[in-house]
């Protein structure tokens, strides 16, 4: 079993420093200054991409919380309503 793991391993690593060669070859075909701006321009891009993400997801986090202090309010509307309800007078 662990041979077969570490074949796995290795295949995973070949292919991933293909993919590192590619992404360096990729690069260094461009002439310095504009590989340089390319690159900054990525993680510029990259950067404003995850803003957007945080911000969905604080967003998100405070719909829920804003449903669940609704769902509480609605709880003890409810519990006070059936509270004040009287029983029927016996005849």
Request: charged share 35%; with cysteine; hydrophobic share 40%.
């Amino acid at each position: 079993m662990t041979e077969a793991r570490e074949r796995i391993d290795n295949a995973v690593e070949a292919v991933c420093d293909g993919l590192r060669q590619i992404g360096d070859f990729s690069y260094a075909i461009l002439p310095r200054d504009i590989a340089h701006a390319m690159g900054d321009f990525k993680r510029a891009f990259l950067s404003q991409v995850k803003e957007a993400i945080d911000w969905e997801i604080e967003w998100n986090n405070a719909r829920v919380a804003g449903g669940d202090k609704l769902r509480d309010e609605w709880r003890e509307k409810c519990q006070h309503n059936t509270a004040d309800d009287t029983p029927p007078a016996a005849v």
